[in-house]
């Protein structure tokens, strides 16, 4: 068929012309944003991307891993590099356990309005202090009526972890069994349904339901997991937190073409990660000090720690450019991609309830109207996006068929009040320069534009 090959070319001169278009384009601005950043000490460093469906447009990796003094890992301060690994903190969330929830959904294993309680997922053991009938999708949009944190916390000498005990606790599976009965017996703050109330309990729930359905429908084997995570401790339905880990390694960082995302990284990656807070003084996140040292390696999220460094709130490691790859796989997915196909991908980056929140499902918006964050920036309103409490964002603005990934270690050495403001509007500047840019009338880069910058 000549007229179909005729398009295929055209096509693919198109998409050589854009990348030359975005090759060419002044990205200076954005440099200058983000150094500004690093001068006032926003972060100390940072890595960012910005591309689309045809590749990336433009690269840059600032600053260093401190402020002047040395790693732990490797006793030096590396300068950021496209290779620097960041600890993804909520990034999690959507990256890992909601793109395994969309490849459990599209499979028509895991019906949205499933309750956790069915016997298919955590059962009746589930179905106590009124939490029967919260659904899969209660769970993506944070409307479950969980309250933000369990409390305590599974890292705190009360919940009765066993390494907790131990000046400097370590990063093992030994509380397997007790955090799973913390769920179990976990009570609610709000009516189901009701209120939209960020918690990490609802992806923690979600850790169980995607390993319990990678088991049970035998998607992992035992020879699959990781043999720290699933040799500790007695059998029972904890261990799905194994097979959690592997679904995630298996059918996401691996049929995605992920490179260096994972769980756990081993020692040897750990002086290229870059290090978050100082865990030794008072005034840490959650008030008081935990593992009593400056975190490089391994997951700073206390929970996600206290439960071996798997958990579907936060624990992964990536770099900027696996970002970007696993986003310009969802971005352009196509009705008949066994990946995650486009009517999925735009399921679950769809505003759901415009009266109560501005989330998708797991994902949130840059919603004009209904986000109280806009952490895109001027960026769409159709924007999906999510960011991490390290200093982490991604953002894709489906109008401009545009991705920005923004890496950083905001936390280091102090996850301050002051730090979380800071990187707000870091985040926002970001995304307002790169937008500047992109749509220069001169580019070609512009798509029809379908709703109006909002002033910040």
Same mark, same amino acid.
């Given at each position: ?89 909520? $990034? &999690?969330? =959507?990256? *890992?356990?909601?793109?395994? @929830?969309?490849? #459990?959904?599209?499979? +028509?294993? %895991? ?94 729930? $979600? &850790?169980? =339901?995607? *390993?319990?359905?990678?088991? @049970?429908?035998? #998607?992992?084997?035992? +020879?699959? %997991? ?231």
């Amino acid at each position: 068929d000549k007229t179909a090959i005729m398009a295929a070319r055209v096509s693919a001169l198109l998409v050589l012309l854009i990348a030359g278009l975005a090759c060419a384009l002044d990205w200076k601005s954005v440099d200058e944003v983000l150094l500004r950043e690093i001068q006032n000490q926003t972060f100390p460093g940072c890595v960012a991307i910005v591309g689309g469906k045809n590749g990336t447009w433009y690269t840059s990796a600032l600053g260093n891993f401190t402020y002047g003094l040395p790693a732990p890992a490797s006793g030096t301060n590396p300068a950021m590099t496209l290779d620097t690994i960041f600890d993804l903190a909520s $990034l &999690t969330k =959507v990256i *890992g356990t909601t793109t395994a @929830t969309m490849l #459990l959904y599209q499979r +028509g294993l %895991l019906p949205l309005d499933l309750r956790v309680s069915d016997p298919s997922l955590l059962g009746s053991a589930f179905d106590t202090h009124g939490k029967g009938p919260i659904t899969v999708r209660n769970l993506l949009l944070h409307n479950s009526g969980f309250p933000p944190d369990p409390s305590p916390g599974y890292w705190q000498k009360a919940f009765g972890c066993p390494a907790s005990a131990a000046p400097q606790p370590a990063e093992v599976f030994s509380c397997q069994q007790r955090v799973f009965q913390g769920v179990l017996d976990q009570t609610l703050l709000n009516t189901i349904g009701s209120t939209y109330l960020y918690s990490d309990l609802n992806f923690i729930v $979600l &850790t169980y =339901v995607v *390993g319990k359905l990678a088991r @049970t429908h035998s #998607l992992i084997t035992a +020879g699959e %997991l990781l043999p720290a995570c699933y040799a500790s401790g007695s059998p029972g339905p904890w261990r799905d937190q194994c097979y959690y880990e592997a679904f995630i390694r298996k059918y996401v960082v691996q049929r995605a073409g992920m490179h260096t995302t994972m769980f756990l990284p081993p020692t040897s990656l750990w002086p290229r990660i870059a290090p978050t807070w100082n865990d030794t003084r008072a005034g840490a996140p959650g008030g008081e000090p935990y593992r009593y040292r400056v975190m490089q390696g391994q997951v700073s999220d206390q929970n996600s720690y206290a439960m071996g460094g798997i958990a579907g709130h936060a624990g992964l490691f990536s770099t900027a450019p696996d970002l970007f790859h696993l986003l310009q796989t969802l971005l352009s997915a196509k009705e008949d991609d066994s990946f995650v196909n486009a009517t999925t991908v735009k399921l679950f980056t769809t505003m759901y309830n415009a009266t109560q929140s501005s989330r998708a499902l797991g994902w949130d918006t840059n919603n004009y109207n209904n986000s109280d964050y806009l952490g895109c920036g001027n960026l769409s309103s159709n924007s999906w996006t999510h960011t991490g409490y390290t200093g982490t964002e991604v953002c894709v603005d489906p109008e401009r068929q545009l991705i920005t990934v923004l890496l950083t270690n905001r936390v280091y050495p102090n996850a301050s009040a002051a730090s979380m403001a800071a990187i707000h509007w870091a985040r926002q500047r970001f995304n307002n320069a790169v937008r500047v840019v992109v749509d220069a009338p001169a580019t070609g880069l512009r798509s029809v534009q379908k709703t109006k910058p909002r002033t910040i």
